[in-house]
T-cell receptor, first 114, second 111 residues
Framework: DTAVSQTPKYLVTQMGNDKSIKCEQN?????MYWYKQDSKKFLKIMFS???????INETVPNRFSPKSPDKAHLNLHINSLELGDSAVYFC?????????????FGAGSRLTVL | TQLLEQSPQFLSIQEGENLTVYCNSS?????LQWYRQEPGEGPVLLVT?????EVKKLKRLTFQFGDARKDSSLHITAAQPGDTGLYLC???????????FGSGTRLSIRP
């Protein structure tokens, strides 16, 4: 059983299109995250949700809209895609209390904008 | 802005050699983690350190947390090709703050 699963794994699309990435965790964690990893492998936090509530929004453009229908799911919708959005997007989760700083990551969704 | 500086950025060594990777900040961490990432996968936790001066060992890997909790190191003894990967340090500055990552060290071990 995959602990944090995200789909799709690969996305290739044209500039200007809208796309979504879905994430689900079966660990019972309360907090979920989206990270962006650029071509230089730098991982930058984008958003964090705790029990469906947005708690971190790292000055990400408004074209990025996260949605958390319940604490096990965190989706990312991107409008009007730009070339610079090409990256690998990672979903992650952490528990509350003991281990709260330990991230469990999904396998990543590689987005290529042409 | 809180930053984690990781060095070196790239490291290519021969099998059997030893190496050390460093992670530094000007701020005090509440905890620090080391992750390893392989191509096409997400980072996977290696260790968490919490107490200043703490040393943890994981087989040939030794992790050290600085006394002032501003720096950490990862030492690999007798590196093997299977150690190849991207090593990332991550830290938070309080239990409620975001978790940020260092820039990563790409390690390549030549047989």
């Amino acid at each position: 059983d995959t602990a944090v699963s995200q789909t799709p794994k690969y996305l290739v699309t044209q500039m200007g299109n809208d796309k979504s990435i879905k994430c689900e965790q079966n660990l019972g964690h309360d907090t979920m995250y989206w990270y962006k990893q650029d071509s230089k492998k730098f991982l930058k936090i984008m958003f964090s949700y705790n029990n469906k509530e947005l708690i971190i929004n790292e000055t990400v453009p408004n074209r990025f809209s996260p949605k958390s229908p319940d604490k096990a799911h965190l989706n990312l919708h991107i409008n009007s895609l730009e070339l610079g959005d090409s990256a690998v997007y990672f979903c992650a989760s952490t528990p509350t209390g003991f281990g709260a700083n330990v991230l469990t990551f999904g396998a990543g969704s590689r987005l290529t904008v042409l | 802005t809180q930053l984690l500086e990781q060095s070196p950025q790239f490291l290519s060594i021969q099998e059997g050699e030893n190496l050390t990777v460093y992670c530094n900040s000007s701020s005090v961490f509440s905890s620090l983690q080391w992750y390893r990432q392989e191509p096409g996968e997400g980072p996977v936790l290696l260790v968490t350190v919490v107490t200043g001066g703490e040393v943890k060992k994981l087989k040939r890997l030794t992790f050290q947390f600085g006394d002032a909790r501003k720096d950490s190191s990862l030492h690999i003894t007798a590196a093997q090709p299977g150690d190849t990967g991207l090593y990332l340090c991550a830290a938070s500055y309080s239990s409620a703050s975001k978790i940020i990552f260092g820039s990563g060290t790409r390690l390549s071990i030549r047989p």
